[in-house]
């Protein structure tokens, strides 16, 4: 069964736009996994503009008692500076069970793009074993149309998670065929590898369940964007108690 991971970041962009402690990313994660998610996620970023090295740490606490994975997600080659200890330091404190390794530059906005392992794969190889002896299973962020999926697996990754961004544009132009077939192959090509599937950004209420139809073996969803937007209407119990449902609701492939 997928396992719903919900990324907090957007509570924490909240918070930050005024400024205190409110709401708080992790009085967010509480009600998430009271309602049903599997996991959480958080992905810290060097400008500290949503969430914060201090709420890594906070989350973390909590979690080590919960029945619940944590993913940590960010840059490993974004250099540690004043508030931010760098990815493999926040890893080594915290011990989540999964790190999520993407190629986002400190100025963007969100993840656009997976790796390109044939310029970057020699200087990930160390830090996946880094990570790997923290007791980190390491997942890299890809693109479905990618020729390095099999190069992931050499270099030691356990996961790659499948950027899906391509694929909720297709579906909300109305005809996702495509796009549904590239990211299935993608996925197959993985577990040919030996590796298993995670698959995250803008997936939806509304595009989720056809993918994880279409998608065979996705172990892990990560989602936060949409969760969260949808979540200002109708409640954030209510929302990942619905992505849920959706979840339950499909028979995959």
């Not at 909590?62 to 997600?73: D, P, S, T, V």
């Not at 490993?76 to 931010?84: D, K, N, Q, S, V």
């Not at 493999?88 to 997976?114: F, N, W």
């Not at 990930?124 to 099999?150: H, T, Y």
């Amino acid at each position: 069964m997928t396992v719903l991971s919900v990324n907090v970041n957007k509570i924490a962009v909240l918070r930050n736009s005024r400024g205190g402690l409110l709401p708080s990313p992790l009085a967010a994660a509480k009600v998430c996994l009271a309602a049903g998610a599997g996991g959480i996620t958080v992905h810290p970023r060097p400008d500290r503009r949503h969430i914060t090295p201090e709420d890594v740490y906070e989350i973390a606490a909590w979690l080590k008692g919960q029945q619940a994975e944590f993913n940590i997600e960010g840059n490993p080659f974004a250099p540690p500076r004043e508030g931010y200890p760098g990815l493999l330091a926040l890893c080594e404190a915290t011990r989540p069970a999964q790190a999520t390794l993407v190629p986002d530059s400190d100025g963007q906005i969100t993840s656009d793009h997976g790796f390109n392992l044939r310029q970057d794969g020699e200087r990930l190889r160390p830090l996946l074993r880094e990570l790997k002896a923290m007791g980190c299973r390491v997942s890299l962020f890809m693109d479905a149309d990618s020729p390095d999926i099999e190069l992931a697996a050499e270099l030691g990754a356990d996961r790659i998670e499948l950027y899906t961004g391509p694929y909720a544009e297709a579906w909300d132009a109305g005809d996702a065929s495509a796009s549904l077939t590239l990211c299935a192959q993608a996925a197959l090509r993985a577990r040919e590898a030996g590796m298993q599937v995670n698959a995250g950004h803008d997936l939806s209420q509304a595009n989720l369940g056809a993918f994880l139809r279409a998608v065979a073996g996705v172990e892990e969803v990560s989602i936060g964007h949409a969760l969260i937007g949808e979540a200002v209407y109708d409640g954030l119990a209510a929302t990942v108690a619905a992505y849920v449902r959706v979840i339950d609701g499909v028979r995959q492939p």
